[in-house]
């Protein structure tokens, strides 16, 4: 049934060409099992990409939605991170200050645990309403409602201001009909905030851990600028942050808007990174597998740190044994055990003391706060970004 709509582009509708065969990846790289066995065990699904000539969109075309259910155990989080609360803290400011955001009532689709609702709320004395199935039922947050359900395309909502909707559109299988509901039903003059990660980044040399299933898409500028103005939509602004990983786009329901992306070589060369990208991804998970074991013959041995799905994916292509020291900010995960390999998280000062030579970290934008913590724990380890 889902098969045949994934054929197609989900941005622009155009066909599609098959670029990479990544094989099996656990169906929830967020979620956490109180036993490596149970860990072990956890339910995976097939991660093959495809890219449209059209608009430059990568999607997984065995994507299968009845594998993923999301429920409170799910945990994303990234705000224990001072670097990305940094970020996250100026987004809201920002908005606030340009479009007047204060006083005012907002509706978060796929708010998380409430922190960016927490902090538009802090900082504009806004009201806030949040939908999303993984909250936790006895969070209390000021001035804030969650609900702990999916927010589907037709819901009603009362008025709102603001919509923002961050790192949900890559999950649906039809980002479309959510988009194209909510401009029909939009608020005079309501704003709406869509942020999604950056396809330039996921498949560019530092983006090589980010293709989880979880994804169904992949949006480049051009495929979510397409996507977004077909469902009828002005975009205001357009761009990329948090180190461009993220795409964003502010917009405001208009009618008839014609698509102003007029660069087809910008589209041209993001197919051919996209089609490279296989080729890299295997040849660094080779040479990371060699450096491990290499180490390991030393008598020393090797942590990742940061269990987020980026950390999971790296984790299960290099080490699928599961023993990798693997540590976390987030006390949520601490003795938790993570999906694939099953490898056991614990915290940061668990590698106080141990033989840890090298600390792997997936992402560069945490290099300086996490190169600092591993100097405060007295490590005398060399930290390296994958
Ligand atoms: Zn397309």
């Known amino acids: 049934m889902t098969q045949m709509a994934l054929e197609e582009c989900l941005a622009c509708g155009g066909g599609l060409e098959a670029v990479a065969d990544l094989g099996e990846a656990p169906v929830l790289t967020g979620a956490l099992f109180p036993t490596r066995d149970s860990a072990r065990a956890a339910v995976c699904g097939q991660l093959e990409l495809a890219v449209c000539h059209g608009c430059g969109h990568v999607q997984n075309v065995a994507f299968d939605a009845g594998l993923v259910q999301y429920d409170v155990s799910y945990d994303n989080s990234l705000h224990f991170s001072s670097t990305f609360q940094q970020y996250a803290d100026e987004l809201v400011t920002r908005l606030v200050d340009e479009y007047g955001i204060r006083g005012k009532h907002v509706v978060e689709i796929g708010s998380g645990k409430g922190d960016f609702l927490a902090s538009l709320s802090a900082t504009g004395a806004n009201t806030g309403v949040g939908y999303d199935p993984t909250v936790q039922p006895d969070t209390t947050i000021a001035g804030v409602t969650l609900v702990q359900d999916y927010f589907r395309p037709g819901d009603q909502v009362e008025r709102y201001d603001l919509l923002a909707c961050r790192h949900v559109l890559e999950h649906l299988e039809d980002p479309g009909a ?3 509901s909510l401009s029909k039903a939009a608020p005079e003059g309501a704003l709406f905030y869509f942020e999604v990660p950056s396809a330039e980044f996921n498949f560019g040399p530092d983006g090589l851990w980010d293709c989880i299933y979880p994804h169904v898409s992949y949006f480049s ?37 014609a698509s102003r992306r007029d660069n087809d070589d910008a589209v041209v060369q993001h197919v051919e990174l996209v089609k490279s990208f296989a080729e890299r991804w295997l040849s660094t998970v080779a040479h990371w597998r060699d450096e491990v074991s290499t180490l390991r013959g030393k008598g020393e041995s090797v942590a990742v740190w940061g269990a987020g799905s980026k950390g999971v994916n790296f984790v299960n292509a290099v080490d699928p044994d599961g023993r ?34 090298l600390v792997l970290i997936t992402n560069p934008a945490y290099y300086a706060e996490i190169a600092d913590q591993v100097a405060g724990l007295g490590l005398d380890a060399k930290v390296v970004t994958v």
């Open 178 to 180: 959510l988009l194209a």
């Open 221 to 257: 500028t051009d495929s979510l600028t397409t996507l977004v103005e077909r469902s009828g939509f002005e975009i205001l602004s357009l761009r990329r942050s948090f180190h461009g990983q993220f795409l964003s786009v502010e917009a405001r329901a208009a009618d008839g808007i």
């Open 324 to 357: 990798i020291a693997i540590v976390d900010l987030n006390p949520r995960k601490d003795g938790q055990h993570l999906p694939g390999g099953g490898h056991r998280v614990g915290m940061p000062e668990s590698l106080a003391g141990t033989p840890v030579s």
